[in-house]
């Protein structure tokens, strides 16, 4: 028993070290009234940084090389008041922290960032594995269908913190697969090969 504890303990530090990692690695400051630092260090490739207004329309969108740092800055000065969204993609995860915008001047939404963890789906011998942290713990729905675009699978409403299932492919004829994630206002597509 004391062992399983253990390594539940250990388990929970990794995954804490984790998000505390990706956490400190974005960094959104108000400068002035009307301009917004985003700071980026460790940047993977392919790491993607937007900035967007409140019905998702993006203002700025840009896919970033390998480099130990990056930063942008952003004047809205002459942008609409509202409200508005500083992104950064991975791989793994998308980090959402809103900003404000009114004739005050722009500030940041207090204790507000969010993290979306992407969903993961692994293939290993016509086995699919699929996980996601729903760490927000909304309705997720999963939908999986076939080349032809016919229905094989769908989960609705789950909101586990930890969403796992694994799929059986080994029956099905070979071809491509697309899992469909939808949770709130954003829907994940990954797409898998038998």
């Known amino acids: 028993m004391r062992r399983v504890i253990n ?3 250990i388990a929970v530090v990794i ?5 505390a990692n990706a956490a400190g690695r974005v960094s959104v400051e108000i400068t002035n009234s009307s301009m917004v630092n985003v700071s980026l260090t460790e940047v993977e490739k392919g790491e993607k940084l937007f900035l967007k207004d409140y019905d998702g329309e993006v203002l700025f969108n840009v896919t970033l090389d390998a480099t ?3 930063q942008k800055y952003f004047n809205l000065s002459n942008v609409s008041d509202g409200i508005y969204f500083v992104e950064t ?3 793994y995860e998308i980090k959402v922290t809103p900003l404000l915008k009114n ?3 722009v500030s940041l939404v207090n204790q507000s960032a969010v993290t979306v963890f992407k969903p993961l789906v692994k293939t290993d011998n016509n086995i699919i594995k699929v996980m996601f942290n729903n760490t927000e713990k909304s309705p997720l729905n999963l939908t999986i269908y076939d080349s032809d675009f016919r229905l094989l699978e769908e989960v ?5 913190s930890l969403f796992k299932r694994t799929y059986d492919f080994s029956k099905m004829p070979k071809g491509e697969y697309e899992f469909y994630f939808s949770l709130k206002d954003r829907t994940f597509i990954k797409k898998v090969s038998i």
């Open 103 to 105: 004739q005050k001047g």
């Open 7 to 9: 390594v539940c303990l």
């Open 89 to 91: 993609e991975t791989p």
């Open 156 to 160: 609705t409403g789950n909101e586990d």
């Open 68 to 70: 130990p740092s990056y």
């Open 15 to 19: 995954i804490t070290s984790n998000i």
